[in-house]
């Protein structure tokens, strides 16, 4: 397990390291939006130092000299228990953007989330990341016509997953980003949208004047109350008009989504932040849950995803996958939530970190020392496959500092 100096970027060993070298790449109007959490970020920070109330209860004397970290996920052997969460817009870190990230996540032979809202297409993304797995995160719009176009399209790419973003009904307020007045530079595109736009230009340019209004090259118009009422989003799809959906609801959204998806894509609901709506998501059929407070941007107070896990387990009580995000930022963060209960793991922001340091080499920077960490952790602690890691290995810190066992 050990390895010498050539086999690292003495530069950057750790992801906090990465993390600082990461800041001083990016501009203040990109680190603002990829780091800030909602309003004091106290949920942001909490996701992180949830971590440390936990420590490792290491066995010893057991050969470790053949550990595995791969996971079975959607068909496909994982290389180690985690995979790129979904980030949007990730050509403000660098301009390889998320094929880049694709062709990262296929070298170290890990799986790969794309966001709606990226500057990448699906089907590049697709192609890019050949032959791992893809999952789309949807956030399902009031105007199922745009959704529903994503989805077949990303069937038709082969994603593997829609990952249905639930905890946006509004979107939560960041003040950085307000006061930036963050918007997607103009030399960039949200590229899964793009192409109706294109399409829509193209009928109007035939017939040699405006044949329709098309509401996709309207400008955006976010949802908003008047006299009372919901007045739905129009215009053209962009992130911050078209995102939130306060609409969306178990019974019609879930069939609906179903309907649409299967049978080649699953459905999951990303979002998931206690036992009662794990519950749901069993009832609903739903094909796996991801317990997630969207990296701390939207409710801020809210339960770090670590906290929130264990309630999720015990309710699903393993009839369908539970993965978690948030706050990973070493191999032993992985190694405690896998004992927690959790199935697989998410990490979103260190891989923007990653593109910000070297673009793609950058990603897999990020993904070989997040591997390295994994397979370390579980050598020391007495562990050679993913199966055995348990809430045995784990211990916690009361308040008074008191270490009890699980």
Not at 351 to 363: H, I, M, R, S
Not at 364 to 379: W, Y
């Amino acid at each position: 397990m050990a390895s010498n100096s050539k086999d690292h970027d003495l530069n950057c060993l750790t992801i906090n390291e990465l993390e600082a070298i990461a800041h001083d790449k990016m501009d203040k109007q990109t680190r603002d939006y990829y780091n800030e959490g909602a309003d004091s970020g106290s949920t942001l920070r909490e996701n992180i130092s949830a971590f440390s109330k936990y420590r490792i209860r290491p066995r010893v004397l057991r050969d470790v000299s053949g550990v595995d970290t791969s996971v079975n996920i959607f068909g496909h052997k994982n290389s180690i228990p985690m995979g790129v969460a979904p980030t949007a817009m990730q050509c403000l870190a660098h301009s390889d953007g998320e094929t880049g990230t694709a062709h990262a996540c296929r070298d170290m032979n890990v799986a790969m989330g794309l966001s709606s809202f990226a500057t990448k297409s699906l089907e590049e993304v697709a192609e890019a990341s050949r032959p791992n797995p893809n999952v789309l995160q949807l956030y399902l719009f009031e105007d199922r016509e745009h959704s529903l176009k994503l989805i077949n399209r990303a069937k038709k790419a082969g994603f593997k997953a829609v990952f249905l973003t639930v905890d946006t009904p509004f979107l939560g307020r960041r003040n950085l980003e307000l006061r930036n007045q963050f918007k997607l530079p103009p030399h960039f595109q949200v590229a899964n949208f793009s192409q109706q736009e294109e399409a829509a230009l193209q009928d109007e340019a035939v017939d040699g004047e405006s044949k329709t209004s098309s509401r996709n090259l309207d400008p955006p118009n976010p949802g908003h109350y008047e006299n009372g009422k919901w007045v739905s989003p129009s215009g053209r799809v962009t992130f911050h008009s078209h995102a939130a959906n306060p609409t969306l609801n178990w019974e019609r959204d879930i069939a609906w989504l179903k309907e649409a998806c299967k049978p080649e894509m699953e459905v999951w609901v990303k979002g998931i932040a206690t036992g009662e709506d794990a519950i749901l998501a069993v009832h609903h059929g739903v094909d796996g849950v991801v317990v997630s407070n969207h990296g701390g941007r939207q409710l801020n107070g809210a339960l770090a995803t670590l906290d929130a896990l264990p309630e999720v387990v015990e309710a699903v009580q393993g009839k369908i996958p539970v993965h978690v995000d948030g706050g990973i930022r070493h191999g032993t963060d992985v190694f405690k939530a896998l004992a927690l209960g959790a199935d697989f793991c998410w990490v979103g922001r260190p891989a923007l970190w990653g593109l910000a340091y070297k673009g793609e080499e950058g990603v897999k920077l990020m993904l070989k020392i997040l591997s390295d960490e994994i397979r370390l952790c579980m050598g020391l602690a007495g562990v050679v496959n993913v199966k055995e890691i348990s809430k045995e290995y784990l211990a916690k810190i009361d308040k008074s500092g008191f270490v009890a066992k699980l």
